[in-house]
């Protein structure tokens, strides 16, 4: 099926913990994103790549780090995680001449 | 600054219309969007319009701009249960000429059978 996909859904872990969230796109889309949406379900992106290329960093914590190892990855890790990073990750992806984004289903992340 | 409004909650009873507003600041706004959430779900991308549109029919969605006013809103007709979700306002500011997209803090659609 050609979607947005993110792994895992659901991520309980420890305060203090390192974690990974992957996400993949097989759209061939050349864009990709971050978005965070808290308990409110108000979404702020955080970041977003072009072709391997950082081209959006918002305010997001150092502990946030963004990596794209091609343009249809691109994986979020956190480190020393907090209680506030508790939240659904969205990752999506969009197509210059596109519109819109296309959504992954989300990971949902509690810190505990 | 970018910003975009929306109320958090409308209910309506199976068979009427619903009409759900937004708002948004930002004058060059060259995109407006409406996305879908159901429960558990990621975002669904309903339609879009073009600021230099006023009006967009598609099915039981019209999507109507007023640019002066920076208002927005969504209207569909014979609303359904199936229809109760989350319903996001976006814009979209493109710089650089990629997207970036503003979400507004999303309107709950409750359908009263």
């Known amino acids: 099926d050609t979607a947005v996909s993110q792994t895992p859904k659901y991520l309980v872990t420890q305060m203090g913990n390192d974690k990974s969230i992957k996400c993949e796109q097989n759209?061939?889309?050349?864009?990709m994103y971050w978005y965070k949406q808290d308990s409110k379900k108000f979404l702020k992106i955080m970041f977003s790549?072009?072709?391997?290329?950082?081209?959006i960093n918002e305010t997001v914590p150092n502990r946030f780090s963004p990596k794209s190892p091609d343009k249809a990855h691109l994986n979020l890790h956190i480190n020393s995680l907090e209680l506030g990073d508790s939240a659904v990750y969205f990752c999506a992806s969009s197509q210059w001449g596109e519109e819109g984004y296309t959504f992954g289903s989300g990971t949902r992340l509690t810190v505990v | 600054g970018e910003d975009v409004e929306q109320s958090l909650f409308l209910s309506v009873r199976e068979g009427d219309s619903s009409v759900i507003n937004c708002t948004y600041t930002?004058?060059?706004?060259?995109?407006l969007y409406w996305y879908k959430q159901e429960p558990g779900a990621g975002l669904q991308l309903l339609t879009y319009?073009?600021?230099?549109?006023d009006m967009k029919q598609d099915q039981r969605l019209t999507v109507l701009l007023n640019k002066k006013d920076k208002h927005l809103s969504l209207r569909i007709a014979d609303t359904q249960t199936g229809d109760s979700a989350i319903y996001f306002c976006?814009?979209?500011?493109?710089?650089?000429?990629?997207?970036?997209?503003?979400f507004g803090i999303g309107t709950k659609l409750q359908v009263i059978p």
């Open positions: 319009i073009f600021s230099n549109m």
């Open positions: 759209l061939g889309h050349d864009t």
């Open positions: 976006a814009e979209s500011i493109l710089p650089g000429g990629y997207q970036k997209v503003t």
């Open positions: 930002d004058s060059s706004s060259t995109y």
């Open positions: 790549y072009n072709n391997k290329e950082l081209i």
